[in-house]
């Protein structure tokens, strides 16, 4: 069964960047639907993008034109580029696949100055 491993996440200033990954051990990554989540203090657990088995991808509204989720097969990773970050972006970032009911630890993003 895949398991996925989050990275990347960190303290950064508002108007900043970071680039999350998501890496996949286990089961056939090159199939797999691989959404990104996020979870800030107090509220539920919302999608933030996903990136389909061919690559095509979609958005939350917050997220677009700031965010970018991609994918290595050939690494297993895929990955989240955040850019023009806000304070509200502050959250727990998870990625799951869509066929596996498996949540990882997550990763940490805070944005403040």
């Known amino acids: 069964q895949v398991q996925l491993v989050e990275s990347g996440g960190g303290l950064v200033q508002p108007g900043g960047s970071l680039r999350l990954s998501c890496e996949a051990s286990g089961g056939i990554f090159s199939i797999y639907v691989v959404n990104w989540y996020r979870q800030a203090p107090g509220k539920q657990r919302e999608l933030v993008a996903g990136i389909s088995s061919g690559s095509r991808t979609n958005y939350a509204d917050s997220a677009k034109g700031r965010f970018t989720i991609s994918r290595d097969n050939a690494k297993r990773t895929v990955y989240l580029q955040m850019n023009n970050l806000k304070p509200e972006d502050t959250a727990v970032y998870y990625c799951?696949?869509?066929?596996?009911?498996?949540w990882g630890q997550g990763t940490q993003v805070t944005v403040s100055s």
């Open positions: 799951k696949a869509v066929q596996v009911d498996y």
